[in-house]
């Protein structure tokens, strides 16, 4: 056991070696960016509580800046498979802090909305860039383990950004005497944070798009050729996107109401599912080397159900926390093993696409969710939306499996899973 164990770090090291030095400078930008966007996901909602907004505008904000990236990650893809790289990740990365500025500094519902959309559109061309960019810098036998270390990155920014934003709201609002403000100046702090970005973002050394990737068009001779496999790998991201967004972004306002706890505390919450997070994708590629990428998401997937379960209906917090721990290294693990699966699926001039597809149906099952999901916790409590929640995700569990159940497969003259396009497209 202890040499299985061995071996599998030492593969995943040679692997983690094989980055390319774009693919390291990218990672880092994403961390940064990353400490920025996760400390807003943490602290906006309290935030916005705390201003004396309802769930149910918080959730129209949610929602606008998931508009924001519904309407702007498709022309992203047709636009990134035409240029270069690196003037679009600095402008992302200038435009997305300036639109976090003015979330934060005003109080008006329509600009808090409208503002958010614009973050979320400018925040999307960063998001959508990411896949190809990794698999145009990157070989096979270490793209896996990157995907999962790129989402290890967001995840790592967040604990840094939990654990340390929630204490920082606590001080500065001892220090200044008003909550409103501890909450205002942490996230000026977190937007700084994300500006350094543009560092690492100036160092990559961008080429145009090759031959394969350029010109991603979408007409209906591609939909009649494509349109199955599109909708397919689309519609299980739509329904568990459509579940989180009744309820994730409300997790933090969860333990708020339910348990009337400090941001310094939640913050060490949302630190500890992070980690939680972060160890479950970084053995996301050793599960899918074993089990195949499609029914490693799967299994993980459902082995997280029972866990919102008990979110759903417990009382006492230690079992809170742990479920909320556990529930969300699970959930998560599966999430960059789809992206990766999509993009050994699709062809290589499509691969933009697929990814803004994604991303597609991700951010307009949040526009609907997160709204809907804040109007139903003002009405109906934690407990009903939570299992909503759960019933979209056994329903996008099984779409996913039978859709793609035949996509791998693996035999005794063949040990090691492959991905069968045939079977998919």
Known sequence: MLASIRRGFSDYVKNVRLFSRNARLYLFGSFLIGVNFQVFQLLLNLYLKELGFLEGDIGRVLSSRAIGM???????????????????????????????????????????????????????????????????????????????????????????GSVTSGKIVTVLADVTGDMVLGYRYTLYMAIAVGLLALIPFMMIRSSRPSPEEDRISLNMAQLRRRGKFYFKISISNFLVGMGAGLIIPFLNLYFRDRFHLQPDTIGLFYFLVHFSMFSGILSGPILAKKLGLVRTVVITQLASLPFMLILSYTYTLPLAVVAFIVRGGLMNLGQPIVTNFGMEVAEKREQGLVNALLAVAWTSSWMISAAVGGKLIEEYGYTFTMNLTIILYIISTFTFFFFFRKGERKTKSLPRWEIVRENVS
């Not at 035409?82 to 990365?93: A, V």
């Open 70 to 160: 519904t309407l702007i990650a498709i022309p992203a893809a047709l636009i990134l498979s035409r240029i270069r790289l690196k003037p679009i990740l600095l402008g992302s990365c200038v435009l997305f802090a300036v639109f976090s500025f003015f979330i934060t500094s005003y109080e008006t519902l329509i600009l808090l909305m409208g503002f958010a959309m614009l973050g979320g559109m400018a925040v999307t061309f960063y998001q959508v860039a990411a896949a190809p960019f990794y698999m145009r810098n990157s070989t096979p036998p270490e793209r896996t383990h990157l995907f999962s270390f790129s989402f290890g990155t967001m995840l790592l920014a967040g604990m840094i």
